[in-house]
């Protein structure tokens, strides 16, 4: 009986799938419920993080104490034009525009590296998680390769659960330079193994396969035998049910950036709170990789998309703060990629805006809510300000 009433309920579920246009912000109305629904290509989400823009505000501008609780949200390659477009070309989640542009504690960054003038995202990955400047290539060490303390590492002293959310790679630069520490970007079987091996509470990433196979025998016993593993962003629930005591570390999977925006990296988030919440705190990292990768691919439209999936995961941390003013958020990106300038007059081509495919110097937009985020407003810092600021709110100063 309770076979067939599964079978029955998972028939159900099948069926509910929704399909939708060219933009799943069009989903907002369909997909509200529960029900797990596939929205484009098989990126999957389940509906919406509704939020208005009063209760936006309220949130914003509700009292904060001291944070227990560090949300970082990176948009890797969001340059503060591609804000401004998203603004403008896209249809976000809600009619009021991004919630992002809703946060009054906001300025610029500057990006460059030890070396160079034009950052990649391992030195400026290393700079916002330790504080401290280091060459283009580096993963958490200094320019003379000493390791430098991360943010995992000092949340991890300071008692508190640690978060490591990206829709890209798992050894990929940002998630790295927040958890271990290598001389080059480059060797990512280790920087695959060395995470793992860090064993952060709750770890997400693209996919599966691609972390397996850069595996060693011990690490891949590691991630068997004391890891709660949900292949793909599906299974998470199911997955998620077997632990309720909250026991093990959970290692999720979801199908990466897409060119369309998704509420998956929101949702992550929202799983990550649930494991993460507890009595002395956590950190967690959020990365948005389409801003990057769309930009090298001259997609103009992808990148703008990849804000909106930023911006829903935006809405889902404001949403958890509503209920913990002991939480601190910060947004910001590692760099500028594609040279992206605004359009003159109406006529234009969205991919004409990209004025080249790699990194540029351009100075980067940083957002905060939280107490202490004032330090923020109408201002230009370093990156390096910004892993000094986090850093000091993880030690509870
Ligand atoms: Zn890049």
């Not at 069926?15 to 029900?35: I, L, P, Q, R, Y």
């Not at 509470?201 to 035998?225: E, H, P, R, S, W």
């Not at 201002?379 to 100063?397: C, P, R, S, W, Y």
Request: some cysteine; glycine content about 8%; overall charge negative.
């Amino acid at each position: 009986m309770k076979k067939l009433l599964a079978l029955l309920l998972s028939l159900i579920l099948v069926f509910s799938f929704t399909a939708c246009g060219d933009n799943s912000g069009d989903a907002k109305n369909e997909t509200n419920s529960a029900v797990t629904a596939v929205t484009h290509n098989g990126w999957y989400t389940e509906g919406d993080i509704t939020i208005t823009k009063d209760q936006v505000d309220e949130i914003i501008n509700q009292k904060y104490t001291t944070p227990k609780n560090v949300i970082v949200i990176i948009g890797d390659g969001m340059g503060p034009n591609d804000i401004t477009l998203a603004e403008e070309n896209v249809k976000g989640v809600y009619d009021f525009g991004l919630v992002l542009n809703r946060i009054k504690n906001h300025g610029l960054a500057t990006t460059h590296s030890a070396d160079a003038e034009i950052t990649d995202s391992a030195a400026s990955g290393t700079a916002l998680a330790t504080g401290s400047k280091t060459n283009n290539g580096y993963i958490g060490k200094d320019v003379n390769g000493n390791d430098l303390k991360n943010m995992a590492e000092i949340a991890r002293e300071n008692g508190k659960k640690i978060g490591i959310i990206t829709d890209e790679d798992l050894p990929g630069a940002t998630p790295t330079a927040f958890t271990v520490h290598n001389i080059s970007r480059d060797n990512r079987k280790e920087l695959a193994n060395d995470m793992v091996k860090f064993k952060p509470d709750v770890l997400m990433c693209k996919d599966y396969m691609g972390v397996f196979a850069l595996l060693d025998a011990d690490t891949q016993k590691i991630f068997n035998d004391e890891y709660l593993v949900a292949k793909d962003f599906k299974r998470y629930k199911d997955v998620l049910n077997t632990d309720k005591e909250n026991k093990k570390p959970f290692f999720g999977f979801l199908d990466g950036y897409s060119p369309v925006a998704t509420y998956n990296l929101a949702h992550c988030a929202e799983v990550a709170f649930e494991r993460l919440e507890n009595d002395k705190g956590f950190f967690l990292l959020v990365e948005s990789a389409g801003t990057d990768k769309f930009g090298h691919d001259n997609n103009m439209n992808g990148k703008l998309q990849s804000v909106v999936t930023l911006d829903r995961t935006v809405a889902a941390a404001l949403k958890f703060m509503k209920d913990n003013p002991d939480t601190l958020l910060l947004i910001t990106s590692d760099h500028e990629t594609g040279g992206v300038k605004l359009p003159e007059g109406d006529n234009y081509k969205l991919n004409e805006l990209l004025t080249q495919n790699s990194h540029t110097d351009t100075p980067v937009r940083v957002f905060a809510v939280g107490k202490g985020s004032e330090y923020f407003k109408d201002k230009t810092v370093d990156n390096t300000d910004i892993g000094k600021f986090l850093i000091n709110a993880i030690e509870g100063e």
